[in-house]
């Protein structure tokens, strides 16, 4: 079979049938009287390899030795396929990714295009000063569009960039709390941290409705942070949480406050008082406990609480009953 028709049936050009004829990768096994090429129905199918092989994404030399290297393994060829192949993807996803967010911004001309691009590249940088002059820079210049900032945010372990990149993102409302609740389902602690962190500084009621969920996260860093954040927000439903880390002594002086920012809301104070009092009756908690519990009780406004506090004046534990004395004596003078 003559070169142009080999061409024909195989899809492959006469051109390219030459240089694998070059590069002995396909050598016609004759010629014909006139010095043209004649393949053979073996050659034929030598070529139809070489194909499939390069469909695979192998180059010319790499197909060469596949067929002609007895000792050639196909499995680390393929392990290397896999492996180019997956950074050729990932790097497709990110330009994808770049393209997207740059997209997103809405520019108007090229030098807004530039200036996203800028900014961008600016929040991956090594330099510390460089992340955190994109990040307050996104909400003064051109909007970097809040899937970066989120990202940013959520891998930037430099606590002043951190802040910076919180700010950015509370400027941009509520736009990146979506992505910041699957970053509270994180499976790395440090990212839920840094979440939960953001949405506390975004001030918008949908923040406050993530902050309340998060109350029954199963980190308990997490519900904590929550709490605090919600208790000083008048959230109710921080308070199980707040009495809890006042009986921990996990920020219990943070938690103290907020209880006491909420116990100002006369209908909770003496809810926020009944839980500290549950817990600060002898034998339930520790002594070290019931410290903490009976000077939280102290900012508690109500007859719940000063009732608790006369009775607790004569605890067995001395330490205790000189602490709640003082704490009344506090009370009264105010």
Do not use: C
Not at 130 to 142: N, T
Not at 181 to 193: I, K, Q, Y
Not at 254 to 266: F, I, K, M, T
């Amino acid at each position: 079979m003559l070169i142009g028709e080999v061409a024909r049936r195989s899809g492959v050009s006469a051109r390219m049938l030459r240089h694998y004829d070059a590069l002995g990768l396909v050598r016609p096994t004759g010629r014909t009287v006139a010095g043209y090429r004649e393949y053979s129905s073996e050659d034929i199918r030598r070529i139809f390899h070489i194909e499939s092989l390069r469909s695979l994404g192998l180059s010319l030399r790499e197909v060469g030795r596949a067929l002609d290297d007895p000792g050639f393994r196909p499995s680390d060829l393929v392990d290397d396929l896999i492996r180019q192949t997956r950074d050729r993807i990932a790097g497709e996803v990110e330009l994808l990714t770049r393209l997207r967010r740059i997209g997103a911004a809405e520019p108007d001309d090229w030098t807004d295009v530039l200036q996203v691009v800028a900014l961008l590249q600016d929040l991956r940088s090594e330099n510390a000063d460089k992340r955190q002059r994109a990040a307050l820079s996104s909400a003064r210049e051109v909007p970097v569009p809040v899937e970066a900032l989120v990202e940013a945010a959520l891998s930037e372990a430099d606590p002043n960039v951190a802040g910076a990149l919180r700010w950015a993102l509370a400027q941009s409302g509520d736009d990146g709390l979506a992505l910041l609740a699957e970053g509270l389902d994180a499976p790395t602690a440090e990212v839920r941290r840094r979440a939960v962190q953001a949405v506390a500084e975004i001030p918008h009621d949908a923040a406050t409705d993530l902050l309340r969920d998060a109350l029954t996260h199963s980190d308990l860093a997490v519900r904590r942070h929550a709490a605090l954040v919600l208790g000083a927000r008048g959230g109710a439903d921080a308070v199980p949480t707040l009495v809890e880390m006042v009986v921990e002594g996990t920020n219990d002086v943070d938690a103290a406050d907020a209880l006491s920012a909420l116990a100002g809301d006369p209908v909770l104070a003496d809810r926020i008082a009944t839980g500290l009092v549950d817990r600060v009756a002898p034998g339930v908690s520790a002594p070290a406990a019931r410290l903490r519990l009976v000077q939280a009780l102290a900012d508690v406004p109500g007859s719940t609480a000063s009732g608790a506090l006369a009775e607790l004046s004569h605890d067995e534990d001395r330490a205790v009953a000189l602490t709640a004395t003082y704490v009344r004596t506090l009370r009264d003078e105010r």
